[in-house]
């Protein structure tokens, strides 16, 4: 049934054209939103992690460093101040596959600055990607406290939409990204794609409580179909 679930995902994306990798800008950014919807195709079939109780395994594999995730961070919501200094730190070290590393950098740096929302939001990234994905515990501290010292911060808040559609829990992510689409400028183009997101979720939500209700089987018929010959 998982299986079933991605596969829909992945051809709701493809159907909505969604174009991934432009270059980023405030006003036009293309969020990878879409892109992380499309990885949970890889979570699902390996048996999805996000799932409460699952263990998180991190450092089996080497993590490939999320470029455009870090220029969507740079660009939505960063701005340089003297605790820019640890984010650059935590990046490099995340793209040399030190992903724990990354993350306790950023500890060393809420020492010094406690209430930067910027360096709470790249904790909570970087302890997504050091858990293979997983919004553990920690990660989302990390992203509350971000929201708590900016609660209507375009970043934290597009962030930690971001962890929970990655962890599965859609109905989360798709309110919190209403809320953020509803304060943005009409001609945002950020605005655009996080209603676009928001659909795509309405469709995986409605997809899974049909296969939860036993309306679908994961072959894709309906129980009382005919699967032909």
Known sequence: MTGLLIAAAIALVIGAGVMLGARLSVRHAAPVATALLLGLAGYAWQGSPGLAGKPVEAGKARVEFDEALAKKRSEIGERLTGATKWLVVSDGLARQGNTADAANVLLSGLREYPEDPNIWVG?????????????????????????????????????????????????????IWLKLAARLPEDFEL??????????????????????????????????GNAGP
């Open 123 to 175: 904790l909570g990234n970087a302890l997504m990607a050091h858990g293979n994905g997983v919004l553990s515990p920690a990660a989302d501290y990390a992203f509350k406290q971000a929201l708590r010292f900016e609660p209507e911060g375009v970043s934290p808040n597009y962030f930690y939409g971001l962890a929970l559609a990655e962890s599965g829990e859609f109905e989360r992510s798709r309110d």
């Open 191 to 224: 605005r655009a794609e996080l209603i676009r997101n928001v659909a795509l979720l309405n469709a995986l939500i409605e997809r899974r409580d049909v296969m939860a209700q036993g309306g679908m089987s994961p072959g894709g018929m309906s129980q009382g």
